[in-house]
């Protein structure tokens, strides 16, 4: 599975290395996080994550294969 997270503002390159997985791009006030996910508890675990990281979640969805 793919997904694609949404979080609001510009999150640095030392920030984006707490998501090792995972790619990232920084586009209109916003950072877009995108990769593979194993399974539900890989995805819990990168939203717990980015609520301990104090990121503000936009969207989240999953991607077409």
């Keep these: 599975m793919r997904y694609e997270i949404r979080v ?3 999150i640095s390159e030392t920030l984006a290395k707490a998501f ?3 790619e990232h791009v920084v586009m ?3 950072t877009v996080l995108f990769g593979a996910v194993v399974d539900d508890a890989h995805l819990y675990g990168l939203l717990a994550r980015c609520r301990s990281l104090g990121l503000r979640l936009l969207e989240m969805r999953r991607l077409p294969e």
């Design 8 to 10: 609001d503002g510009h």
């Design 20 to 22: 090792p997985e995972l």
């Design 28 to 30: 209109w006030g916003q």
